[in-house]
């Protein structure tokens, strides 16, 4: 899993409540990523960042909410405005956005909804 | 839009026999092309690319992948399975010609090795 720190490994949240995942990393890349999997779906992109306090949104950006203030920090907040919340969530950098960059992968955090 | 296709859901093999895990794509211009492997309740570990030149890429943990252009493919190969080998494998493509585009990535794969 590399110089990527994603924390909780597990998250347990009420309907109702907003969460906030955390990714760390101390690869000194400039892009990061997050990530939703579920069974038989593969990977699905929520939000992704080139460069710091700039970030976009992805194929599933609904009901989520990121920020990049530091170079290292990518946290993603689940609002209650996301219906179906409880997946895998998977955040990942590269040296740069794009290109032929290969994207390094945190442990991940399991998010269920109760 | 580019999109990657993994046709088994699953595949089946005995420890030592060669394996393949099948991956195909569409993508305007040429593609990056890239696999990755998924232990239970880990993140995914980067196994290999192809980005240009030879057809034949080898990676890590004795993988290794043809890109075929004609077929748009790019499946994964091992000459010897381990039972160790067992997890799930993601393909995944971008792009190259473009100046940035995001990665899109296959279902996945589920190989199991049995002993």
């Known amino acids: 899993d590399g110089g990527i720190t994603q924390s909780p490994k597990y998250l347990f949240r009420k309907e109702g409540q907003n969460v906030t995942l955390s990714c760390e990393q101390n690869?000194?890349?400039?892009?990061m990523y997050w990530y939703r999997q579920d069974p038989g779906q593969g990977l699905r992109l929520i939000y992704y960042?080139?460069?710091?306090?700039?970030?976009q949104k992805g194929d599933i950006a609904e009901g989520y909410s990121v920020s990049r203030e530091k170079k290292e920090s990518f946290p993603l907040t689940v609002t209650s405005a996301q219906k179906n919340p409880t997946a895998f969530y998977l955040c990942?950098?590269?040296?740069?956005?794009?290109?032929?960059?290969?994207?390094?992968f945190g442990p991940g955090t399991r998010l269920t909804v109760l | 839009a580019q999109s990657v296709a993994q046709p088994e859901d699953q595949v089946n093999v005995a420890e030592g026999n060669p394996l393949t895990v099948k991956c195909t794509y569409s993508?305007?211009?040429?593609?990056?092309l890239f696999w990755y492997v998924q232990y239970p309740n880990r993140g995914l570990q980067f196994l290999l690319k192809?980005?240009?030149?030879?057809?034949l890429v080898k990676g890590s943990y004795g993988f290794e992948a043809e890109f075929n252009k004609s077929q748009t493919s790019f499946h994964l190969k091992k000459p010897s399975a381990l039972v160790s080998d067992s997890a799930l494998y993601f393909c995944?493509?971008?792009?190259?010609?473009?100046?940035?585009?995001?990665?899109?990535f296959g279902k996945g794969t589920m190989l199991l090795v049995s002993p």
């Open positions: 993508v305007s211009g040429n593609p990056y």
């Open positions: 995944a493509v971008r792009p190259g010609d473009s100046g940035y585009s995001t990665l899109t």
């Open positions: 192809y980005i240009t030149g030879d057809n």
């Open positions: 990942a950098s590269s040296i740069q956005g794009g290109g032929y960059n290969e994207q390094f």
């Open positions: 690869l000194n890349h400039d892009a």
């Open positions: 960042s080139q460069i710091v306090n700039d970030f």
